[in-house]
């Protein structure tokens, strides 16, 4: 039994040779709601599964802190940086408008940023009261087996991350700051203004968000708060390039080319 729609619909259409008529192309959706969509899912789709974390490496006893590294400690922070930069070039073209960008754009707000989203990333993620540190690609370490790799660095993510989950900071908000993180103006760019203007998007998209959540108790100028963020992953980066600078002069093991690259391009010193 077809319903009286389908049947004024089709009757709508008789002398028309039988052919419907064609859809106009619908333009991608720009709406606050599509684009902070897309960028939870983006989130959600490169993280590790809670349920597939891997401890096999696990130790809460490592060896003594206060040791110099070693080879095999310096391959570990080189290998932990490479594995993130896949997950994250990933991540990034899952961001509506990155992939509109042209590639040599998409190419350096990715490499300017990598440094600042994995500690961003690894500090949301990771468990800093019980000292543990999950990386991207699911791996688990203790604070204790990553202080000769990372030296002083490490406790300054911990650091970070203990005061960004005090902030409780949502998935919906942690999306939009580490879509600014990448999508910000960077010297040398083809196209500002088309950054400029997914950035707006973005800044619009998060203010919708913290205001619509309301601002609950005891959490007053929770965006202000979240931006704040953004001055202090700076300064976290410029600790990892000087950590990487001295894992350099030491020449225990070559760093990889695309660690080195972002290294020589982002020197601010």
Request: net charge neutral; hydrophobic share 40%; proline share 7%.
């Amino acid at each position: 039994c077809m319903s009286l729609s389908a049947v004024v619909r089709t009757d709508s259409l008789k002398g028309r040779r039988g052919r419907l008529p064609s859809k106009p192309k619908q333009p991608p959706d720009t709406s606050p709601v599509s684009l902070i969509t897309s960028l939870v899912r983006a989130h959600i789709d490169s993280i590790p599964s809670a349920t597939k974390l891997d401890y096999s490496k696990f130790q809460e006893s490592a060896p003594c802190p206060f040791e110099k590294e070693d080879s095999v400690d310096v391959q570990q922070f080189y290998d932990l940086l490479t594995g993130s930069m896949d997950v994250i070039r990933k991540w990034a073209e899952k961001i509506q408008g990155f992939a509109e960008l042209p590639k040599e754009d998409q190419d350096l707000l990715l490499e300017s940023a990598f440094l600042e989203l994995f500690i961003l990333r690894l500090a949301y993620r990771s468990k800093p009261e019980e000292g543990k540190l999950i990386f991207c690609n699911g791996v688990v370490l203790h604070r204790q087996q990553c202080v000769r790799g990372f030296g002083e660095w490490i406790d300054a993510i911990l650091e970070f991350s203990q005061s960004l989950h005090r902030m409780s900071v949502d998935v919906p908000s942690f999306s939009c700051l580490a879509a600014l993180v990448i999508i910000t103006d960077r010297h040398g760019l083809k196209e500002p203004k088309r950054v400029e203007e997914l950035q707006n998007r973005i800044v619009s998209c998060l203010k919708d968000h913290v205001a619509a959540a309301g601002a609950e108790p005891g959490r007053p100028g929770c965006l202000s708060k979240l931006l704040g963020k953004l001055p202090e992953l700076r300064s976290l980066c410029t600790q990892g390039l000087q950590r990487i600078f001295y894992l350099k002069l030491e020449d225990l093991v070559p760093p990889p080319p695309i660690v080195d690259k972002i290294f020589m391009d982002t020197l601010p010193f």
